[in-house]
């Protein structure tokens, strides 16, 4: 007998697993000691943790197919040695402070991870704005409304209550012509690439343009999903599409045109048309990751670049930034025949997104509540971008900023060859950050991927720490800066 399970479904007491190993024992007590030493070994190693209530020895008893006065014995024996606590009228526990295991080899005390106090690498908002109490009441709402069918498998668009809300709110903010049957809902931007990229072998295409100086993530995400990552040089323009020409087996290009990564930099007209022309021309995809698009401070909107080519250009979106990264929230807005596609895809496998959040962001949408907190974490961020230019010009004026007035980082140029000593000075002084390097493609041109004139810089998250931290957070970032000279 190598083992059982004890389930007395009419007698109190939880379900419980012993391993009964055949250690050779005396013939009387054989069973006896091997019930003992398993339950035993089951207190020491933790699986029975103190306060456990074990099964009557009658259950145990039944379920193991021996005499009850084994169980009962066994029990006594461990009572005795203060293993077990047993009360008349109660049930057999595991003791509050059981027989301390025997002494064994300390382990070497680990090396507690590095955290910084102040976090300003880039990948998230400020978590502690989120809307708890308004999100909640959404969520009840949606809960109390949900049809029975939302709780099945459902369709791998996603619930087209959600892919309403969005259809509408995508259409009056970023100007995306769309409808609810073009949308896929996915857990994640990185999903969704996985999901087209998979889709795109499928047609056959086997290299996708890169912004060469980009967010490593798209880098990463290109290549996870089996396809050749092709580097295009990054100026004041933006991404230098021509360069897509120069490469005729890319099928498709993955391009951040609203607010350029990292640089901060937005698509110039004139190579959105050209990028447009280039998909059109070559039955190419063009996918544009609008990750921060609600968060322009200077008035001039830039709206989507998949207006201008509905049926070529795939426009992605997240609550990552205007909501929290943990709601594994995002979407793709996609040209009809490869909308059913990726949708059928998605209803394979485990690429499930959850119901309730999805009900409860349409809930959020329908209800204005999302308006008036990205209203709000704008206003937030805004004065916080302000309150860091202010500084620099007071204090570090030969540091300059590029990029435009929007999003949640900030580029800052710095001289000649003191990118990696200011990382390690930030670094000293409780700061996390990244500097531009970290963003190089590793297949770029050395040359290429400098022309956007930036050299040595610091990519500057200041909508990553909370209210409280953020002054002490630029402070210290000041005090890291190279002096001037």
């Not at 301390?100 to 704005?129: F, I, K, N, S």
């Not at 290009?253 to 059109?280: C, E, I, K, S, Y």
């Not at 190089?440 to 400098?450: E, I, M, N, S, V």
Request: charged share 25%; net charge positive.
């Amino acid at each position: 007998m190598t083992g059982s399970w004890a389930t007395p479904e009419h007698r109190r007491g939880p379900d419980l697993h012993l391993d009964l190993d055949p250690a050779p024992c005396g013939p009387r007590d054989g069973l006896r000691a091997r019930l003992i030493r398993a339950l035993r070994d089951a207190v020491r190693s933790g699986r029975l943790a103190p306060g456990t209530r074990l099964p009557s020895s009658r259950a145990l008893a039944a379920d193991l197919g021996v005499a009850r006065n084994t169980v009962a014995e066994a029990y006594g024996q461990l009572v005795a040695e203060g293993w077990l606590t047993a009360r008349r009228g109660s049930a057999t526990r595991v003791a509050p402070s059981p027989v301390p295991p025997r002494p064994a080899a300390r382990p070497a005390r680990p090396v507690p991870a590095e955290r910084p106090r102040y976090d300003l690498r880039t990948g998230t908002a400020d978590v502690a704005t989120f809307p708890r109490a308004a999100w909640a009441a959404a969520a009840r709402r949606a809960l109390a409304a949900a049809p029975n069918d939302a709780f099945g498998y459902g369709d791998g668009h996603g619930r087209p209550e959600l892919r309403a809300a969005l259809a509408d709110y995508l259409a009056r903010v970023r100007g995306v012509r769309a409808d609810p049957e073009r949308i896929v809902v996915c857990s994640g931007f990185m999903q969704g690439v996985a999901l087209l990229g998979r889709v795109l072998r499928r047609r056959g295409v086997q290299a996708v343009g890169v912004e060469g100086r980009g967010f490593w993530g798209h880098h990463e995400s290109v290549d996870r999903a089996g396809l050749r990552g092709v580097p295009l040089p990054v100026d004041a323009l933006g991404a230098d599409v021509a360069e897509l020409d120069r490469h005729p087996g890319v099928g498709a290009v993955l391009l951040t045109p609203a607010h350029q990564f990292p640089t901060g930099v937005t698509l110039h007209p004139d190579r959105r048309t050209a990028v447009v022309d280039w998909a059109v021309r070559t039955g190419g995809l063009v996918l544009e990751d609008d990750y921060d698009g609600e968060f322009r401070y200077d008035g001039r909107k830039v709206g989507a670049l998949q207006s201008l080519a509905p049926d070529h250009v795939v426009h992605c979106g997240t609550v990552s930034k205007s909501l929290a990264p943990g709601l594994r929230l995002a979407w793709m807005v996609l040209p009809g025949e490869l909308a059913g596609e990726v949708a059928r895809l998605k209803a394979t496998g485990e690429w499930g997104t959850g119901v309730l959040d999805q009900l409860a962001l349409a809930e959020f949408i329908a209800c204005g509540a999302y308006d008036r907190h990205v209203r709000s974490v704008r206003l937030r961020y805004r004065r916080r971008r302000d309150r860091l230019v202010a500084a620099l010009a007071e204090r570090a004026p030969h540091i300059g900023v590029a990029g435009i007035a929007a999003g949640l980082h900030i580029v800052l140029r710095l001289p000649p060859g003191t990118e990696e000593a200011t990382v390690r000075a930030a670094r000293g002084r409780g700061v996390a950050l990244e500097g531009l390097a970290r963003f190089r493609h590793p297949r770029a041109d050395a040359f290429a991927a400098t022309r956007d004139g930036i050299g040595d810089g610091i990519v500057v998250a200041y909508g990553t720490p909370p209210d409280h931290a953020f002054s002490a957070a630029l402070e210290a970032l000041l005090e890291a800066l190279p002096p001037e000279g």
